[in-house]
């Protein structure tokens, strides 16, 4: 979640310093949007449903290994690490871009 606070951050001092919202359609820009998006999805669509099986279950370590409960939570963690490691990606794919961006004779 701070990486997304963080890019969120990058995006409005973009904003503010070329004053015009053509600046938020660069290619790092758009990452930072697509870590915002894929977070919002976690945090929104798939963690409040954990948390629900984790209410369920009790306890993830004590549940039945065939239990179709723990086989929904095990299917929905592997969404959230999915999601959770696009944000990392398109984070340091947005870091490169815009070092590359500033970067001495560009």
């Given amino acids: 979640m701070m990486g997304v ?5 990058i995006l409005l001092a973009r904003l503010l310093r ?11 820009a758009l990452c930072v949007v ?16 954990m948390a629900a099986l984790r209410v369920h279950m009790g306890s993830i370590q004590a549940t039945a290994a065939d239990s179709p409960l723990l ?6 963690h592997r969404i959230s690490v999915s999601l959770e490691s ?20 560009k």
């Fill in 5 to 9: 606070v963080c890019g969120i951050a």
């Fill in 18 to 28: 070329a004053r015009t919202f053509a600046s938020l359609a660069t290619p790092a």
């Fill in 34 to 49: 697509l870590m915002i998006l894929l977070t919002i999805v976690s945090q929104h669509a798939v963690s409040p449903k």
């Fill in 71 to 76: 086989a929904e939570f095990s299917r929905l």
């Fill in 86 to 105: 696009g944000v990392l990606l398109a984070g340091l794919a947005a870091l490169y871009l815009m070092v590359r961006e500033f970067a001495p004779g």
